[in-house]
């Protein structure tokens, strides 16, 4: 089993710390470069019965010049391709203006979304559950799972469920 999966979300709520945790290499840090129209590959990760290629989709987020139509319908088509969208948000931080715009964008997507609630070590563990019924009705998500990047939380749940979607 292989497919491609699309990392999504605001800068600094873990998608770095997620792909060097999975993939335990530097190399998700090396390539983030400003925003290009260009789907970066992240991250492969190998395992025994399933491989996953994680990408960057940089378009998806508000544009801030001209360009930013066309490189909207560029990371349209390709999360149209994924076989998942993780779309990261921060557990402390909550949820933004860019986020509702990111989340608008992706109804119109076909590809099953995961809302990821990372920087769950940041709040009390009550809180995770409020969070996600908080969250559900935000998109319509395939399932919302709570995790820590940084300290591993929940991480081999998450690559288990999407294993079941590759
Ligand atoms: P990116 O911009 O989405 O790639 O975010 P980064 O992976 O660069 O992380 C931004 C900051 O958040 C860094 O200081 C990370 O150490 C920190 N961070 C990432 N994940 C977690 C987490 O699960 N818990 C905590 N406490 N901090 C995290
Ligand atoms: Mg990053």
Redesign the pocket.
């Known amino acids: 089993k292989s497919g491609f999966i699309a990392i999504i ?12 945790r999975v993939i335990g290499q530097k190399i ?2 090396m390539s ?1 470069k400003p925003q290009t129209t260009r789907n970066k590959i992240q991250g492969v990760l190998t395992m025994d019965d399933a491989q996953m290629i994680f990408i960057d989709t940089p378009g998806i987020h508000k544009p801030k010049h001209r360009l930013g139509d066309f490189m909207m319908k560029v990371a349209e088509n390709t999360l149209n391709e994924v076989d998942a969208i993780l779309f ?1 948000i ?1 557990a ?1 931080e909550g949820y933004g203006k860019g986020d509702q715009y990111i989340l608008d964008r992706l109804k119109l997507v076909n590809s099953p979304v995961f809302l990821i609630i ?5 709040i009390h563990p009550e809180d995770v559950l409020n969070l996600i019924t908080q969250y559900k009705d935000k998109g319509n998500f395939e399932e919302i799972i709570p ?5 591993g ?1 929940n991480v081999l749940h998450l690559l288990d469920i999407l294993k079941g979607h590759l």
């Open positions: 979300g605001r800068p600094n709520v873990g998608k770095s710390t997620f792909l060097n998700a840090i983030d990261m921060n402390k990372n920087k769950i070590d940041l995790i820590s990047a940084l300290e939380n």
